[in-house]
């Protein structure tokens, strides 16, 4: 699949290279992906909110048959790590997946994701590696 | 209100429709279905499909099938919710009917996946997901069943070769389905030596992507099923903040309003339709829809209970027909309600069916009378 957008990848930035959540100014609640208006208690007021660099490993998936954009790293280690108070999906880097248990710890990494074939755009993001 | 009432079905073989053309295939298969009911004027085109611009390069594919049939001067309207959109565009359709706006309609599915390679098929299935914060990542659908299929097993304590008698089940239905793209029994050995594609899910628990075009029409006027209730709910829970992974919310909740409005329980249900993209899937819809208590679906298959699920083999064994799938169960459904060729007549008067777009997103329920 072609990454033609620019704009969609650079306005992520911040998502992909720092994890910036969203938090409820008035109850603390913490969303990632962010949402507009807390859907707690309703108030429009959020404020950026930097998660964790490190977390538990909840559960994974080493998943065979990959998209396009990801045929040279196949097969990719798909988990889900809990970061403070929110869980992310995403890669699992630098583990050998029998190795891997639910409830370890984890760390993010910052890396490259993915080298679009048609402008040559290298995009970066975070991913989980577990923690030495 | 209007009563809704299916008037005409039809479907076509699934599979690898090479020949055809997007637009032709919903066409012809319309066209059976507008026999069927008797040719009615309709006076609208509901359209479901959830890769015509991604395979086929076209949009407004209503007009296009319009063009075809030479209907003219009807209202067309393509609805879109990934492999839900069946569900979905039944829906919208049957508001269309029951608000009195329109007297007859008409709703098609079709999607030619086997138009693109089976990478792009991946490509396209994972635009299901969050385009920025899962596909982004390289996460498919596939690799979020898995994690669910993990944590489900591991809660109720069942080993993968339970799971297995899922795909096993569907082979047995969908051998005798005429309509079906894999029409081959199944043994739990054949399963458990497929491929692995994400684990713990193999080859066998992931419905194969095929061609393939179903239409109905619907009519406030008597027909061969009445719609007696239908309820399409999101579940707006992104994945990586689920509380809970076995359990299918958006196919619990509209299987709640869906029973309210037709006044039935699980009990009524003589035949349903649930959306197994992945084997997991077909577990937790069916649960969802009350058919065994939560986390016994497996037990039930384990100790040989008849159950009622996915008579034409589901998207394991009919195919993963994408946006068409809704519109495949709806027909075939009727078809088990009435008895009508290839199915026997089901021991019953009530058949539900569930479609669901992308992982749990959006789910719509229909519930189906004679
Ligand atoms: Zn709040």
């Known amino acids: 699949m072609e990454h033609e957008s620019v704009p969609l990848y650079w306005r992520n930035i911040p998502a992909y290279y720092r994890l910036v959540a969203k938090r409820c100014k008035k109850c603390g609640e913490v969303y990632y992906p962010p949402v507009v208006k807390c859907t707690k208690c309703g108030s429009a007021e959020l404020e950026d909110y930097q998660l964790p660099h490190e977390g538990e490993l909840v559960e994974f998936t080493v998943l065979r048959s990959v998209p396009t954009d990801f045929l040279k790293q196949k097969p990719l280690v798909i988990g889900l790590v809990k970061l403070g108070p929110v869980k992310v999906l995403g890669q699992i880097v630098d583990a050998m997946p029998e190795k891997l248990k639910p409830g370890q710890r984890m760390e993010v990494v910052f890396r490259r994701v993915v080298v679009d074939g048609k402008y040559g755009l290298v995009m970066y993001g975070y991913k989980f590696r577990p923690r030495p | 209100m209007q009563d809704v009432w299916i008037n005409g079905t039809a479907m076509a ?112 299935y994972s635009t299901a997901t969050d385009a920025v914060y899962e596909r982004y990542f390289g996460v498919t659908p596939a690799a979020q069943a898995a994690i669910m299929a993990k944590i489900y097993l591991a809660k109720y304590e069942y080993k993968y070769e339970d799971l297995a008698l899922w795909p096993v089940l569907m082979h047995k239905n969908g051998a005798s389905n005429p309509y079906a793209y894999m029409r081959k029994q199944a043994k739990v050995e054949d399963v458990l030596e497929s491929e692995l594609v994400s684990d713990p899910l193999r080859l066998y628990d992931v419905g194969p992507m095929a061609d393939g075009a179903a239409a109905v029409v619907l009519c406030n006027k008597k027909g061969a099923a009445k719609l007696l209730g239908m309820w399409t709910s999101t579940s707006a829970i992104p994945f990586n903040n689920r509380p809970d992974y076995d359990v299918l919310y958006s196919a619990r909740e509209a299987a709640e309003r869906a029973y309210r409005m037709a006044g039935i329980t699980p009990r009524d249900v003589a035949t349903a339709e649930v959306h197994d993209s992945y084997s997991i899937f077909g577990v937790l819809a069916a649960e969802a829809l009350g058919l065994a208590p939560r986390g016994g679906l497996l037990a039930a298959l384990k100790s040989g209970a008849d159950l009622k699920v996915n008579l034409s083999g589901g998207l394991k064994s009919r195919g993963n027909v994408m946006g068409a799938t809704g519109v495949y169960q709806a027909v075939e459904v009727v078809w088990q309600l009435m008895g009508k060729s290839p199915f026997k007549r089901v021991d019953g008067s009530i058949g539900v069916v569930h479609s669901m777009g992308g992982v749990d997103k959006v789910s719509t329920v229909m519930v189906l009378g004679l």
């Open chain 2, 13 to 124: 073989q699934t599979g690898r429709h090479y020949g055809l053309n997007a637009d032709e295939m919903a066409a012809r298969v319309l066209e059976e279905a507008l026999k069927d009911a008797g040719y009615p004027e309709i006076e609208a085109l509901f359209v479901a499909s959830a890769t015509a611009e991604q395979a086929d390069k076209q949009q407004m594919l209503g007009a296009y099938i319009a063009s075809r049939l030479g209907l003219d001067k009807i209202a067309t309207y393509r609805v879109e919710n990934a492999d839900g959109s069946g569900g979905a565009a039944l829906m919208a359709a049957a508001m269309a009917v029951r608000s009195g706006l329109y007297n007859c309609v008409g709703v098609v599915g079709v999607d030619k996946p086997n138009d693109v390679l089976s990478n792009q098929q991946q490509d396209i």
